[in-house]
């Protein structure tokens, strides 16, 4: 069975062609010109061979190829070529376009090339700074610990380590959340999907927040069936987007999450009472190490977690998005249920 993605760029080059050839028989209707129509389908081996690999390019200028033969040279409507111009100008352009192709292809991967390079460059400047900050403070609690142990009291002594123990559990999502980050980028999730409670998922999430656990408020509405992912990655993804709600949030006030089932959706409301985020920041929340000019704070995180809740997300053929509202943030996943006679879930009071 051919994959999403295959099937993706099959479609593209079926409306290329389809596009390219109307083109074509029009320019040969109104003009009568011969190189223009070859023009025309030289640009459409172009936008394929840039869109979609090599292979598919080197298909998509022999079917071309046969078009042009078949369309635009006499005999017409027969696969058959007795003008010799006809025949250079063919092969011309099956060389050219196999040329073109391999000129693409060489591009694309110059271009993945920049970008890894640019993703490295991000998460070597992300790392100096986003790990230098739980580091110091660790640091600095067991130096203190250790050097004013007999002086300080029990309270002072619990406080400490309550501090040392948050900062480490922060060290350890941020170091997950670049390890996802670089996986994503590169390419090299691996996905192992099981039929799965969304409600035991999102309880596994809350318990990660040893802190804020009771700032959380869950709410389901009606039957939810059960869905076909990754318990693990999912949950990574909405301790992301809860921990990022909760950042952002007042500290007295809760953060609500709202489950529900929408058509061949379960969907996942996450809302806090923060400070918004504007129209045109959006989509852009969900970049790679970007934060919001509006929340630059000494706690504002690295931009890792949002872009890592979307790529597990979108691997999981989800969406994930943030929907305007009067008051706060709201962030809305959407994930589709793969097995609807799977047994339903009863309600969480």
């Given at each position: 069975?051919?994959?999403?993605?295959?099937?993706?760029?099959?479609?593209?080059?079926?409306?290329?062609?389809?596009?390219?050839?109307?083109?074509?028989?029009?320019?040969?209707?109104?003009?009568?010109?011969?190189?223009?129509?070859?023009?025309?389908?030289?640009?459409?081996?172009?936008?394929?061979?840039?869109?979609?690999?090599?292979?598919?390019?080197?298909?998509?200028?022999?079917?071309?190829?046969?078009?042009?033969?078949?369309?635009?040279?006499?005999?017409?409507?027969?696969?058959?070529?007795?003008?010799?111009?006809?025949?250079?100008?063919?092969?011309?352009?099956?060389?050219?376009?196999?040329?073109?192709?391999?000129?693409?292809?060489?591009?694309?991967?110059?271009?993945?090339?920049?970008?890894?390079?640019?993703?490295?460059?991000?998460?070597?400047?992300?790392?100096?700074?986003?790990?230098?900050?739980?580091?110091?403070?660790?640091?600095?609690?067991?130096?203190?610990?250790?050097?004013?142990?007999?002086?300080?009291?029990?309270?002072?002594?619990?406080?400490?380590?309550?501090?040392?123990?948050?900062?480490?559990?922060?060290?350890?999502?941020?170091?997950?959340?670049?390890?996802?980050?670089?996986?994503?980028q590169h390419g090299a999730?691996?996905?192992?999907?099981?039929?799965?409670?969304?409600?035991?998922?999102?309880?596994?999430?809350?318990?990660?927040?040893?802190?804020?656990?009771?700032?959380?408020?869950?709410?389901?509405?009606?039957?939810?069936?059960?869905?076909?992912?990754?318990?693990?990655?999912?949950?990574?993804?909405?301790?992301?987007?809860?921990?990022?709600?909760?950042?952002?949030?007042?500290?007295?006030?809760?953060?609500?999450?709202?489950?529900?089932?929408?058509?061949?959706?379960?969907?996942?409301?996450?809302?806090?009472?923060?400070?918004?985020?504007?129209?045109?920041?959006?989509?852009?929340?969900?970049?790679?190490f970007y934060s919001s000019?509006?929340?630059?704070?000494?706690?504002?995180?690295?931009?890792?977690?949002?872009?890592?809740?979307?790529?597990?997300?979108?691997?999981?053929?989800?969406?994930?998005?943030?929907?305007?509202?009067?008051?706060?943030?709201?962030?809305?996943?959407?994930?589709?249920?793969?097995?609807?006679?799977?047994?339903?879930?009863?309600?969480?009071?």
């Amino acid at each position: 069975m051919l994959t999403y993605w295959r099937k993706s760029h099959f479609l593209f080059s079926f409306i290329v062609l389809a596009s390219a050839l109307s083109v074509s028989w029009l320019i040969d209707q109104v003009l009568g010109s011969t190189i223009a129509v070859l023009l025309v389908l030289q640009l459409a081996v172009v936008v394929v061979a840039l869109q979609c690999t090599s292979h598919f390019a080197y298909g998509f200028a022999v079917i071309e190829a046969m078009s042009f033969n078949f369309l635009f040279t006499t005999p017409r409507y027969s696969l058959q070529m007795f003008h010799a111009e006809d025949i250079i100008n063919l092969v011309v352009f099956v060389l050219v376009a196999l040329t073109t192709s391999q000129l693409a292809e060489h591009y694309r991967r110059q271009q993945d090339e920049l970008k890894k390079a640019k993703l490295r460059n991000s998460i070597l400047l992300s790392v100096s700074h986003d790990l230098r900050t739980p580091l110091a403070t660790i640091i600095g609690t067991l130096t203190t610990l250790n050097e004013y142990m007999p002086k300080l009291s029990e309270g002072e002594k619990s406080e400490l380590l309550n501090s040392a123990t948050a900062e480490s559990h922060r060290l350890h999502q941020y170091i997950e959340n670049l390890l996802q980050a670089t996986k994503l980028q590169h390419g090299a999730l691996k996905i192992t999907r099981n039929d799965e409670s969304i409600i035991h998922i999102i309880n596994n999430a809350v318990l990660r927040l040893p802190y804020s656990q009771e700032r959380v408020r869950v709410q389901v509405q009606g039957q939810l069936s059960h869905i076909s992912v990754s318990a693990i990655f999912i949950e990574q993804a909405l301790f992301n987007v809860l921990d990022n709600a909760l950042r952002f949030s007042p500290k007295h006030q809760s953060v609500v999450v709202t489950l529900f089932q929408e058509s061949a959706f379960i969907v996942i409301d996450i809302q806090d009472k923060g400070v918004g985020i504007k129209r045109d920041e959006a989509a852009r929340i969900f970049d790679l190490f970007y934060s919001s000019a509006t929340k630059k704070t000494a706690d504002s995180g690295s931009g890792l977690g949002l872009a890592v809740a979307k790529g597990i997300i979108t691997a999981h053929q989800g969406q994930i998005e943030s929907v305007p509202v009067s008051e706060g943030c709201l962030i809305r996943i959407r994930l589709p249920i793969d097995q609807p006679s799977s047994s339903p879930q009863g309600e969480q009071s």
